[in-house]
């Protein structure tokens, strides 16, 4: 389990780069948060976007768009997920961690650093990608068949077969 210090530090980092950053704690502000993230990667792409619109290769160009639709818009069983599981302590650890390594990511972009985009294009969606195990067991951990019981006024006797 991560030490109090560096979970402490990952908040600490993403509220320095993305001001008003409310965190995973409470339910009603992870949208929010993710929104945030989002926002804060899809601005760096943008804006490199703008700058190397005549020298992007066209496969590299659509690499970028798909990952600025990504940042756009947000996964919504990710978010459904995240808005309402009960997050323990190494959860929310985690989730600051990965959303640093994200925000960490784009660095060399906001320093106009485009020689490398096919490398920060896969390692951005590797980022976003590793979202989702974080989650993975609230994703699963919802309702099975066997929870719900069928009571029949009326049963005919007859076995039903789902």
């Known amino acids: 389990m ?3 210090q560096s979970v402490n530090d990952d908040f600490e980092f993403l509220k320095t780069r993305l001001p008003g950053f409310p965190g995973y704690e409470h339910e009603d502000s992870r949208s929010s948060s993710d929104k945030q993230v989002r926002a804060f990667v899809g601005e760096a792409l ?3 976007r703008e700058r190397s619109s005549n020298t992007l ?3 590299d160009a659509e690499r970028l768009d ?5 940042c756009e818009f947000a996964d919504q069983r990710y978010i459904g997920t995240l808005q309402h599981a009960d997050f323990d302590a190494a959860d929310l650890a985690r ?3 990965q959303d640093r390594a994200i925000v960490e990511s784009v660095a060399p972009i906001f320093e106009g650093d485009a020689t490398h985009l096919p490398a920060v294009i896969d390692r951005m969606n590797e980022l976003f990608d ?3 195990p974080s989650i993975k ?3 699963l951990a919802g309702p099975t068949v066997e ?4 009571e029949r006024d009326g049963d005919t006797g007859r076995d039903v077969e789902f």
């Open 2 to 4: 991560p030490s109090m």
């Open 46 to 48: 943008a804006r490199l």
């Open 57 to 59: 290769s066209p496969v």
């Open 66 to 70: 798909s990952l600025l639709l990504r």
């Open 95 to 97: 989730l600051a961690k």
């Open 130 to 132: 590793a979202r989702r």
């Open 137 to 139: 067991a609230y994703l």
């Open 147 to 150: 929870d719900f019981s069928v």
